[in-house]
């Protein structure tokens, strides 16, 4: 995969990270909860942006053709799918953790805010890997992939945000179960979609 | 069948019936509502045609993967497109209602934001589409997102909004399409005329558009 092999892009967005947090740091320092909740969401989106797009759209053609003669299409992506998703969960425990250290912390439970921000580390890198499949096809496709990406996450990021507000205040949430139900059947949904579109993008 | 006349013009009578008797026809009397709820004949109308066409050109979308025939192709762009004016005329419609009842043409309600990331989702298309010079390339990647892009239009439009607040009939108690707020004299207006007078006029502008893309790349080759 890319990131073992060029590990400048992988550190060059921990490094991203970190001077963003350090800077809404120096800007904020401690906001209050709804503030942290958007900021940290809005992080996220940008993170996933960020390191899942490399993915697909720095690699070469003949590198990819490589992956094409040794691997099966459906494999491929759900190599990728599986690699990115692992990628950005890290990536949101690390950005929680400095989030945490920089800018205080509101949450008053705060280990269902780290499950929910597993869960949605997870589902952003699953829209963003797809996305970057079939923007890595088109000319000028990072601008396409903020322009397919980001109405496409506006209904999981509510959702999220909405989820995670349980971390936030002790009233008991209603619907909240089924939030976190309907996120996972989006995952699912996504997942089924990637498999099945994918060698329809693959063959070229 | 479509290049008979009949339904052309079924279309245009279901149209005056759906105009004269959506203006002239009498509506129960609702508090607030008064007489905007004839919109019920234009806004939710065009919103179920723009569902309608998309399906349409989501079915074309996948005929396209299955056999690679360049005709399907365009028809799910062409009604895809269609889908898109129906989708605008549906905010509009919408937000001028939303003028005499919530007070203002636009508040920023999860039912009007869903709309509207809906439809980005499907300029995102056209986008995509003219991103792409070669015929084929851009088909199948258009192809591919246009499924993606249906997949995700439920939770944009028909599952969040329902989660959160909103002011927008059918949720909070408010008066929606029930029993109780559309009686029989509306319903006679809504489903014969309105919903399939709108639709059939989709796909009558769609084949139009088909028929002239159809033109444009004969006198190109």
Redesign the interface.
């Known amino acids: 995969m890319l990131e073992v092999r060029q590990q400048y892009t992988f550190y060059g967005v921990l490094l991203y990270v970190a001077s963003t947090i350090f800077v809404l740091h120096l800007a904020m320092w401690e906001p209050e909860g709804t503030v942290w909740k958007g900021l940290f969401w809005m992080m996220q989106l940008f993170i996933c942006v960020n390191a899942v797009a490399k993915s697909f759209l720095q690699e070469g053609r003949e590198r990819l053709l490589y992956f094409y003669t040794i691997a099966g299409a459906r494999d491929f992506i759900l190599s990728k799918l599986l690699f990115n998703a692992l990628l950005m969960v890290v990536m949101s425990l690390l950005s929680l953790g400095l989030f945490m250290l920089m800018l205080g912390d509101p949450t008053t439970d705060a280990v269902s805010f780290l499950l929910i921000s597993m869960l949605g580390g997870f589902s952003l890198s699953l829209v963003f890997t797809f996305l970057a499949a079939i923007a890595a096809r088109a000319q000028q496709s990072s601008a396409l992939m903020a322009i397919m990406g980001f109405p496409l996450v506006i209904p999981q990021l509510l959702l999220l945000n909405k989820a995670s507000t349980i971390a936030f205040e002790h009233v008991l949430q209603g619907g909240l179960f089924s939030m976190i139900l309907l996120i996972v059947g989006l995952d699912v949904l996504l997942v089924a979609l990637a498999i099945i579109l994918f060698p329809f993008l693959w063959k070229d | 069948m479509l290049r008979q006349k009949w339904w052309k013009i079924v279309c245009v009578i279901m149209l005056l019936y759906t105009v004269v008797a959506g203006f002239l026809g009498s509506v129960p009397a609702k508090p607030i509502l008064n007489e905007t709820i004839r919109n019920l004949y234009f806004h939710v109308a065009m919103w179920m045609a723009m569902m309608i066409t998309f399906i349409v050109s989501v079915i074309y979308s996948v005929r396209y993967?299955r056999t690679n025939n360049h005709l399907d192709d365009i028809y799910a762009l062409e009604y895809a497109k269609t889908g898109i004016v129906f989708g605008i005329l549906g905010v509009v419609t919408g937000s001028v209602w939303a003028r005499w009842t919530w007070g203002a043409f636009w508040s920023n309600d999860p039912k009007q934001?869903?709309a509207s990331?809906?439809l980005?989702?499907y300029l995102?298309y056209l986008?995509?589409r003219n991103?792409?010079t070669d015929l084929d390339?851009r088909a199948?990647?258009g192809?591919?997102?246009n499924?993606?892009?249906f997949?995700?239009l439920f939770?944009?439009i028909w599952?969040?909004p329902r989660?959160?607040e909103s002011l927008h009939p059918g949720g909070m108690g408010n008066p929606a399409f029930n029993t109780d707020d559309v009686d029989a004299r509306m319903r006679a207006v809504f489903y014969p005329g309105a919903v399939p007078g709108w639709t059939l006029l989709g796909v009558w502008i769609t084949t139009l558009r088909i028929r002239l893309q159809l033109l444009a790349e004969q006198r190109l080759h």
């Open positions: 993967l934001l869903g990331i809906a980005l989702i995102a986008v995509l991103s792409m390339k199948r990647i192809a591919v997102y499924i993606f892009a997949a995700m939770p944009t599952i969040v989660m959160v």
